[in-house]
T-cell receptor, first 113, second 116 residues
């Protein structure tokens, strides 16, 4: 019940295409869903996050779609660029409870130039 | 650059040994978090300190311990090391560390520990 399942493990997308990464959770106590971006040799960095009171959140080319009834959320990267090549992690936690955060296993994204 | 520094970048040691990883949080941040990132377990929360005191514990082994000093830097001590402890260890910091609101964490570049 504590898992956050992330797919796919790896993804190759042409420049300008849409990258889509999916996550599913089971614990209904989770109500904060961040996505992190990690470049090689660096630590994860918060990219965008959503709470379940909205079904979608958009920041620039990055959009989170959230389906509360299905307990699923996804990251869409529009007009994907080579600079977006990184590992992306979804995560989930109860609001304000960083100590309870559970991360997905990550998706290695490669954008072809 | 997140403003969080970690030393050393790489550490190679033998089974049974003890090592200390060091973290300096961003200026003004009171809370420090430690995470372990391994291929099989992914990224896992270990422990949090807030203004010198332990705030929360996650999946931290008894062989591991941490502390936060008055200048707010933190150290993670790993003892009786096993092969399975080989991983990336990240430190993150945030302004606050209470459980009433969201506090964005800023991650350091990590320390890669290899146990031979």
């Amino acid at each position: 019940q504590q898992q956050v399942k992330q797919s796919p493990q790896s993804l190759i997308v042409q420049k300008g295409g849409i990258s889509i990464i999916n996550c599913a959770y089971e614990n209904t106590a989770f109500d904060y869903f961040p996505w992190y971006q990690q470049f090689p040799g660096k630590g994860p960095a918060l990219l965008i996050a959503i709470r379940p009171d909205v079904s979608e959140k958009k920041e620039g080319r990055f959009t989170i779609s959230f389906n509360k009834s299905a307990k699923q959320f996804s990251l869409h990267i529009m007009d994907s660029q080579p600079g977006d090549s990184a590992t992306y992690f979804c995560a989930a936690s109860p609001w304000g409870r960083d100590d309870k955060i559970i991360f997905g296993k990550g998706t290695r994204l490669h954008i072809l130039p | 650059d997140s403003g969080v520094t970690q030393t050393p970048k790489h550490l190679i040691t033998a089974t049974g040994q003890r090592v200390t990883l060091r973290c300096s949080p961003r200026s003004g941040d009171l809370s420090v978090y430690w995470y372990q990132q391994s291929l099989d377990q992914g990224l896992q929360f270990l422990i949090q300190y807030y203004n010198g005191e332990e705030r929360a514990k996650g999946n931290i082994l008894e062989r591991f311990s941490a502390q936060q000093f008055p200048d707010l830097h933190s150290e993670l001590n790993l003892s009786s090391l096993e092969l399975g402890d080989s991983a990336l260890y990240f430190c993150a910091s945030s302004v606050e560390g209470d459980f009433s609101s969201y506090n964005e964490q800023f991650f350091g570049p990590g320390t890669r520990l290899t146990v031979l």
